[in-house]
């Protein structure tokens, strides 16, 4: 596939980077985020640690590593990751929503719901929309709705967070479906469609 040759070449970019600049935390980062799209989780995760090691300010930005904690089951581990990271970017749902995924795994999706932390400004009417199902304010159906008015992005984000919410829910079979839709029919050049192709390839779908 196109993107696996494409990030072949990234990885090796960044070796040489890394090789010749042992001490530039942001190629750690970048070196981190390829490692993660090929679904190498655990050497993602050394990248961002090493990052952390040589920049300590960059800790409330890793939020990368909170999803590879996530792959890595490290759940506890990515909870506290996107709390650190909403005391800098406070209306980004998506670092609410991975934190719910996180804590749903550890304490259960009703308790998590109600640990669920206020996102009110996120720009995006989808993530918005993706908010109210994590929240309890609205149904799947309305989340396909505002996908589909909002194009190839919105629908990508509309099955990804459908398909998370119902795999949170042990609802494996529409976990897959909705996962399997984002990343088949919705590419866009994002992390999370990579995300999307990783969770595809770790559940065996």
């Known amino acids: 596939m196109w993107f696996v040759n494409s990030l072949e070449n990234q990885l090796k970019h960044w070796n040489e980077i890394v090789s010749?600049?042992?001490?530039?935390?942001?190629?750690?980062?970048?070196?981190?985020?390829?490692?993660?799209?090929?679904?190498?989780?655990?050497?993602?995760?050394?990248?961002?640690?090493?990052?952390?090691?040589?920049?300590?300010?960059?800790?409330?930005?890793l939020w990368q590593r909170g999803l590879s904690y996530y792959y890595a089951e490290r759940f506890a581990a990515g909870a506290q990751q996107f709390e650190i990271d909403l005391t800098v970017n406070s209306q980004d749902v998506e670092e609410t929503v991975?934190?719910?995924?996180?804590?749903?795994?550890?304490i259960g999706v009703t308790e998590a719901r109600k640990s669920l932390l206020t996102v009110k400004n996120d720009p995006r009417e989808i993530m918005r929309c993706v908010y109210?199902?994590?929240a309890g304010n609205c149904t799947p159906d309305d989340v396909l709705i505002v996908g589909k008015l909002g194009g190839d992005r919105s629908q990508f984000y509309a099955h990804l967070y459908l398909g998370l919410y119902y795999e949170a829910q042990n609802n494996?079979?529409?976990?897959?479906?909705?996962?399997?839709?984002?990343?088949?029919?919705?590419?866009?050049?994002?992390?999370?469609?990579?995300?999307?192709?990783?969770?595809?390839?770790?559940?065996?779908w």
Not at 38 to 55: K, R, V
Not at 98 to 106: E, H, I, S
Not at 174 to 179: D, T, V
């Open 172 to 204: 494996i079979e529409l976990a897959r479906n909705y996962l399997v839709k984002a990343a088949d029919q919705y590419q866009i050049e994002d992390y999370m469609w990579y995300l999307a192709q990783v969770h595809k390839k770790l559940r065996g």
């Open 20 to 61: 010749k600049q042992a001490k530039n935390s942001h190629a750690y980062i970048r070196r981190g985020m390829v490692k993660f799209q090929i679904a190498e989780i655990a050497a993602s995760i050394e990248d961002f640690d090493m990052a952390e090691q040589l920049d300590s300010r960059l800790t409330p930005y």
């Open 132 to 134: 109210d199902l994590y």
């Open 98 to 106: 991975w934190r719910y995924l996180c804590m749903a795994r550890l």
